[in-house]
């Protein structure tokens, strides 16, 4: 079964802030009024005032998720359970077919009309109804019945129970229907947004984007902050700066080095946290062409990767990943008990007795077999910092322990993006498993149905995997949500993986957290967080700030 699978990519960090020891501590607004929380928000220089979540335009308003709510919430802080939030319940039929929403009776728009089940079938179906929105229609839809205000029902015309926590993303976010009916959905740029969400729009320029605390918030007061404001920064090492002097409370970054850089300036304010993305980040192996199609190869190659000692070059607080490639703080409860805990390591003898097994030799730093030479490479995104020290550092490891010459064609992100749909690659950096749903993360990794021929473009499985009995598993694992049975099947095919690797996962992927809390506490702890605070987060952003309030003296 094809499944679409949208995934966030989580940046590798950028080199160390030059000027990372400074704590200076400068607030440009008045220090005896606290209520405001400053998000500094990367990737631009400027915004663009264009609040319309589901525009195909290239430049949109960021942070829509403080906007928009869904009607559920992935709960990333434990293994992705999908829990309540505009809809207060949900079920599906034991079919599959059919999946219904109990909506919540007490939420406004903040225009102050009453959201209804009308608002969520007009949003739900917008793909279906509009040619050229940026979102994908709801897999295997057959329609959408709502019989009455507080009530959704969702009929599909196959099972679709992992579509569930699909409704907790911004790309089926619930949009008011009196509004947007009125309104080009694709044209429209949604200045002055409506929504069920924490926030309304105060002002709006191209260097700040300001929201206000609803009062009539259906989930209840905020504990101090009565403003929110986001600032843009185009590179890390300015947005490290904006953190560093106190221009910004809160932003989504790695930091290199951050024990000295960041936390060790000033280790009362500046708190540095990483939580587990559920994924990884490694490398994929071409199984159709060269002798990367040779299992003993792909296992030598593996093998011989130290990704302890690749966290220690890039330092951002990632540790190594699990082998399955689901990192077992998220998936544990549904991995064989003897690979939950497993991370990688290098193992030097295994790497030589699998390379001597699949019957190359190594001449010259070229895989040689019948006389005949093979020349490896690994191909990174130019664009990630991370992977610019990763890649020579592999390339050492292979040649010390195997005695290999592997290129390293670092190419821009663009270029790299085309290679890998393509296939055109032997090894290449790649995010592994990504995505909600355990299901979803590895069907879109390893179903065959997702394969192409080498140069056409794959939505997924770049990697052309192809082995029937995995494809049964998932086929299995896409018509349940039983906890024993998903982890029966799951135990299956992360032992599969662990055999054949298809794929070399190297660190567990993470939401990386940077606070500056001279003006706000009561950030979540990591070691008991029930969610993740993390600025992208459907949800769990809003839940941060509605929990935060003015430190001591200010």
């Not at 403080?66 to 999908?82: C, S, T, W």
Request: aromatic share 10%; glycine share 6%.
């Amino acid at each position: 079964m094809k499944k679409r699978i949208i995934a966030a990519a989580l940046a590798l960090a950028l080199s160390a802030s030059a000027a990372a020891c400074s704590t200076e501590r400068t607030r440009e607004t008045d220090a005896d009024t606290v209520d405001t929380v400053t998000l500094a928000m990367g990737g631009a220089t400027s915004y663009v005032q264009n609040f319309n979540p589901f525009s195909p335009a290239a430049n949109k308003s960021p942070l829509m998720n403080l906007v928009y709510e869904p009607l559920v919430r992935v709960n990333r802080a434990d293994a992705m359970k999908v829990e309540p939030w505009l809809a207060e319940s949900f079920d599906f039929s034991e079919d599959g077919r059919t999946l219904t929403f109990n909506l919540r009776q007490d939420v406004t728009w903040s225009d102050g009309e009453p959201f209804t089940s009308e608002d969520v079938k007009y949003t739900l179906e917008l793909p279906t109804t509009v040619e050229g929105l940026a979102v994908a229609p709801i897999p295997d839809l057959d329609s959408i019945e709502t019989p009455d205000e507080h009530t959704v029902i969702v009929h599909y015309s196959e099972p679709q129970y992992h579509d569930l926590a699909n409704y907790g993303q911004i790309p089926r976010a619930i949009v008011p229907k009196h509004v947007w009916e009125e309104e080009d959905p694709v044209q429209w740029t949604n200045e002055d947004p409506v929504s069920t969400g924490a926030f309304t729009l105060d002002s709006f320029s191209p260097q700040l984007i300001r929201f206000e605390v609803r009062d009539s918030y259906w989930n209840g007061e905020f504990n101090g902050v009565e403003y929110v404001q986001v600032k843009p920064f185009a590179s890390d090492d300015s947005g490290k700066q904006m953190i560093l002097k106190n221009e910004a409370d809160w932003a989504g970054m790695s930091w290199q080095n951050y024990e000295d850089n960041f936390v060790g300036s000033d280790p009362e304010h500046n708190h540095y946290w990483v939580y587990p993305a559920g994924f990884s980040t490694g490398m994929l192996f071409n199984m159709q062409e060269g002798p990367t199609t040779d299992v003993h190869v792909r296992r030598a190659l593996y093998a011989a990767i130290d990704s302890d000692q690749l966290s220690l070059l890039n330092n951002v607080g990632t540790a190594s990943a699990n082998p399955t490639g689901l990192d077992g703080d998220t998936w544990g409860s549904l991995l064989p008990d003897d690979l939950a805990d497993v991370r990688h390591e290098q193992d030097a003898e295994l790497a030589v007795a699998e390379l001597e097994a699949s019957g190359y030799t190594v001449e010259d730093g070229n895989l040689t077999k019948d006389g005949e030479s093979y020349p490896l490479t690994l191909t990174t995104n130019s664009d990630d910092n991370g992977w610019n020290l990763f890649g020579p550092a592999m390339q050492d490891q292979w040649n010390e322990v195997l005695g290999l010459d592997v290129e390293i064609d670092s190419i821009p992100g663009q270029q790299w993006q085309r290679d890998l749909n393509n296939g055109e690659f032997q090894m290449i950096q790649q995010y592994l498993l990504s995505g909600d749903d355990v299901w979803a993360s590895l069907n879109a990794q390893l179903n065959s149905s997702f394969v192409e021929p080498i140069g056409t473009a794959a939505i997924a499985n770049q990697g052309r995997y192809e082995n029937e009995t995995v494809d049964q598993l998932l086929d299995d694992m896409s018509q349940t949500l039983d906890e024993a049975e998903l982890r029966e099947d799951v135990a299956e095919v992360a032992n599969i993986i662990v055999d054949e690797v298809p794929f070399a996962p190297l660190h567990s992927a993470a939401y990386f957290v940077d606070v500056n809390s001279t003006q706000w506490s009561g950030w979540p702890d990591p070691e008991s967080a029930t969610y993740i605070p993390h600025i992208t987060q459907p949800v769990d952003a809003t839940i941060t700030i509605q929990n935060l309030t003015p430190t001591e003296g200010q």
